[in-house]
Structures are given as structure tokens and as C-alpha cells.
């Protein structure tokens, strides 16, 4: 069985510019999961995604949004890019969106010049 | 507010030796805990999963404990190998918060030859 897959791995941008980063989870699982993970602040929760619908959200602004497709697909975009967005944006998928054993992706590095 | 800490923040020890990694968490009404492995600029690689009924997981050479009322959770590595050099991550589920796991801020282990 396959595991989470993150596009793109790589990404570079310059402030002001906008990215969306794509997560496919395991064949099956529904619920999927985003995370930023930083030196300074670790791995923090993004927001959480079941059934098209977002469950659950962390105290991030507004800038960062993300959808779900009726294939349990899931996207994340950040509008407005900061310095402080590069990070290794890492999603998480799980078979239900209560508590539940998460497996993650790769993970997308962002680098914000 | 659930708060994860994990100490060391960095061990190294010899190849053979035993060694016990600590998480601890403030809120004591989890669903789970996992253990979780990073490499260098990796994703995570799930580990171990224990549910708040369970006491204690093992998996090879890796035996997760728990104990909810102390808010404890350990991590033992038996006859550490240069290959298990790591970040060792735990995180925790709340009941009440679905998709979200909140994470420590890790243990570097560097075991060498």
C-alpha cells in the first residue's frame, strides 16, 4: 500500500507570492492533517480535513488555507508569503478523523526569499 | 492547553548500549500517544502507537510505556545501533481534538560505532 505523498518536495518563493502544496493520503484514510515544522517553534497543527470539511484548526492567521477533494486529496495555500513561512510543511493522513494513528508524507520544504 | 516535553534534548551513547528516551505531557485526558522518528529533513516514521488503556507497546528492539496519571511516557531502545541515530518525537491526541496531535519538541540520538 502506498504511503502519504507531498508535492512538491522543493519549493522556492519570494515574499508577497503565493503557494498551494498538495498531500495525497493513504488509499482509504479520509482524515487528513497539516503541520509546520520549524527550528524555533517544532511541529505545530495546521488544520485537519475529513470528508471535505475542515474538523479542526491551530492559531495560525488567515493567510493559510487548505481544501479537501471528494478523493480525500487535500491542498494547502499560503497567500502573502512571509519570511517567517519557510518551514517543512508536513501532512498527516488517518483513516477517521477521530484521535487516530497518524502517517506522514515526506514533507514540502518551503523556502520564502 | 496541552504542553509536550521531552527531555534530553540530545543523547549520545556508544553502540550496544540500552537507553530510555522521556515525553512527558500536562493534560492527562489523551486518547494516545505515538512515537515517532525523523531523520534529517525527513517526514516522521511512525513508531510506536499506545492507546490511554494501554500500558506499554514493543515493537523489536522498542518498548513504549505509558502512564496517563503521571503524564509519563518512555521510550526504551535496547542495543542502540549507529542506524538509530535520529530525532525521537512523541505527540499526543485529546479526546476532544480530532486530527490533532500535539508534539515535543524531540530528542536528538546520536549512537556511535
Not at chain 2, 513508531?47 to 509519563?72: F, Y
Amino acid at each position: 500500500k502506498a504511503g502519504v505523498t507531498q508535492t512538491p518536495r522543493y519549493l522556492i518563493k519570494t515574499r508577497g507570492q503565493q503557494v498551494t502544496l498538495s498531500c495525497s493520503p493513504i488509499s482509504g484514510h479520509r482524515s487528513v492533517s497539516w503541520y509546520q515544522q520549524t527550528p524555533g517553534q517544532g511541529l505545530q497543527f495546521l488544520f485537519e480535513y475529513f470528508s471535505e470539511t475542515q474538523r479542526n484548526k491551530g492559531n495560525f492567521p488567515g493567510r493559510f488555507s487548505g481544501r479537501q477533494f471528494s478523493n480525500s486529496r487535500s491542498e494547502m495555500n499560503v497567500s502573502t508569503l512571509e519570511l517567517g513561512d519557510s518551514a517543512l510543511y508536513l501532512c498527516a493522513s488517518s483513516l477517521v478523523s477521530s484521535p487516530n494513528e497518524q502517517f506522514f508524507g515526506p514533507g514540502t520544504r518551503l523556502t520564502v526569499l | 492547553k496541552q504542553e509536550v516535553t521531552q527531555i534530553p534534548a540530545a543523547l549520545s551513547v556508544p553502540e550496544g548500549e540500552n537507553l530510555v528516551l522521556n515525553c512527558s505531557f500536562t493534560d492527562s485526558a489523551i486518547y494516545n500517544l505515538q512515537w515517532f522518528r525523523q531523520d534529517p529533513g525527513k517526514g516522521l516514521t511512525s513508531l510506536l502507537l499506545i492507546q490511554s488503556s494501554q500500558r506499554e507497546q514493543t515493537s523489536g528492539r522498542l518498548n513504549a510505556s505509558l502512564d496517563k496519571s503521571s503524564g509519563r511516557s518512555t521510550l526504551y531502545i535496547a542495543a542502540s545501533q549507529p542506524g538509530d541515530s535520529a530525532t525521537y518525537l512523541c505527540a499526543v491526541q485529546l479526546n476532544t481534538n480530532a486530527g490533532k496531535s500535539t508534539f515535543g519538541d524531540g530528542t536528538t540520538l546520536t549512537v556511535k560505532p
